[in-house]
């Protein structure tokens, strides 16, 4: 198999000039799980095909993640990721801005490589799921000023923010590897859900994770009132005080400790908590569900092993 960090760290950054470069090559060495890279060769090898024609693929997806990692620690003034300081601390918001931008023009020229007559599809599957990205992001972003955003609202924006992505890794390589267009459907419905419980996890993680594990502090969710699973859950399950204490909160704009640690209680006591794991494990049993249509094999009881661990995941 494939070692994707590997994979990764072989791709040539020497060039020039290094101030755009240079920043590409952090921000790809920081390690991360190669998630999407590993989806990828996965699709391809359950249907039967070689890794390798899958590889420039799997590098040209994991690109274009972390460009959007790049673009979103800038947005949301992140100062961590993966437990080093994010590109536009290192360097500045402009480094950060333009060797994203680059990032993005690398995918593509990765994208040049993969087998030439799989080329059009997903070409086609790889553009439309940039474009599906974005708009998760501008909705993410128009949340923030918006109080009627419900949960089927949320659930929609991390579909198109996370788990396309996730769907479309699992659906390029089954296209590469030469699955049936029935398998490469039922790959990226998994991807869907997959994404799905993934993101609702992170929120977990968000606010109730350990940081030395998750990488980055605790409560930044919190602190920037942003929309998430438990946020809008624990509005929507709130008796009429622990609603106006909430909202109370939300309206303090300055992060504390001690908001944190008061919004992280009312999400227990709402059972808003409860829900986002409740919410977790409906997902994980539907990307489960889809694998059951797809031949069963090693690859298969692979899949399923990475869903029930990424729902219990720590990092």
């Not at 500045?92 to 080329?119: K, R």
């Amino acid at each position: 198999m494939i070692d994707c960090n590997a994979a990764i760290a072989a791709l040539d950054w020497s060039k020039e000039p290094q101030g755009l470069y240079a920043p590409i090559a952090y921000a790809l060495s920081s390690g991360g799980k190669r998630l999407r890279m590993q989806l990828v060769l996965a699709g391809c090898r359950l249907a039967g095909g070689n890794e390798q024609d899958a590889l420039p693929f799997a590098e040209a997806i994991e690109v274009f993640h972390n460009f959007t990692l790049l673009h979103d620690d800038v947005m949301d003034r992140a100062d961590v990721r993966r437990g080093k300081p994010t590109v536009h601390v290192k360097w500045n918001d402009n480094t950060a801005i333009l060797s994203g931008d680059q990032m993005l023009i690398e995918a593509y020229h990765l994208l040049e490589s993969v087998p030439t007559q799989h080329l059009p599809q997903l070409l086609k599957l790889f553009t439309r799921t940039a474009t599906e990205i974005c708009e998760g992001q501008q909705y993410d972003v128009d949340f923030e000023q918006r109080d009627d955003v419900q949960i089927a609202d949320y659930i929609e924006m991390i579909r198109l923010k996370t788990s396309v992505l996730l769907a479309a890794a699992l659906k390029g390589g089954a296209i590469i590897g030469g699955a049936t267009e029935a398998e490469q459907e039922a790959l990226y419905n998994y991807g869907i859900h997959l994404g799905l419980a993934f993101q609702i996890q992170d929120d977990l993680l968000d606010c109730f994770g350990d940081p030395a594990t998750f990488g980055k502090a605790i409560g930044g969710d919190i602190s920037c009132n942003k929309k998430t699973y438990l946020l809008l859950s624990a509005l929507h399950r709130a008796n009429p005080r622990q609603y106006s204490e909430l909202h109370r909160w939300l309206e303090l704009t300055e992060p504390s400790a001690e908001k944190i640690e008061a919004v992280k209680a009312l999400y227990i006591a709402t059972q808003a908590r409860e829900a986002a794991e409740q919410a977790i494990a409906e997902h994980t049993a539907k990307a489960l569900e889809c694998l059951k249509v797809l031949p069963q094999n090693s690859e298969t009881h692979h899949l399923e092993q990475m869903a029930l661990s990424l729902a219990k995941r720590n990092a």
